[in-house]
């Protein structure tokens, strides 16, 4: 079975940095697609970025964008979420997720697993 594992959440000032970890646990994790995901209350669970599993290929949403980085190491099992330039409206539960599929990848039920998520919380 897979299981994932988010860590490297906490408090941080806007403009601050942090990077997000995803521990893999299971089989064939180069064979899956992960990606971040942010979600606040009341609110749907948002798409942040996602990284294939084939080439590498990123794919970023546009409140990410010049900001965020995703990036992943096979060989430890492991997705990163690298967050710089942090505001304030980053503040939120993010989770990591993988999928085997290649289709709808930006979308909450395009993804078959998930982390428990970690609290990121940019103060001003």
């Known amino acids: 079975q897979v299981q994932l594992v988010e860590s490297g959440g906490g408090l941080v000032p806007a403009g601050g940095s942090l990077r997000l970890s995803c521990a893999f646990s299971g089989f064939g994790f180069s064979s899956y697609r992960m990606g971040w995901f942010r979600q606040v209350p009341g609110k749907e669970r948002e798409f942040v970025a996602a990284?294939?599993?084939?080439?590498?290929?990123?794919t970023l949403a546009d409140s990410a964008k010049g900001r965020f980085a995703i990036s992943r190491d096979n060989a430890k099992n492991t997705v990163y979420l690298q967050m710089n330039s942090l505001k304030l409206e980053d503040t939120a539960v993010y989770f990591c997720a993988a999928t085997m599929s290649i289709f709808g990848f930006t979308t909450y039920g395009g993804y078959d697993h998930w982390g428990q998520g970690t609290q990121v919380t940019v103060s001003s």
């Open positions: 990284i294939s599993g084939s080439d590498g290929t990123t």
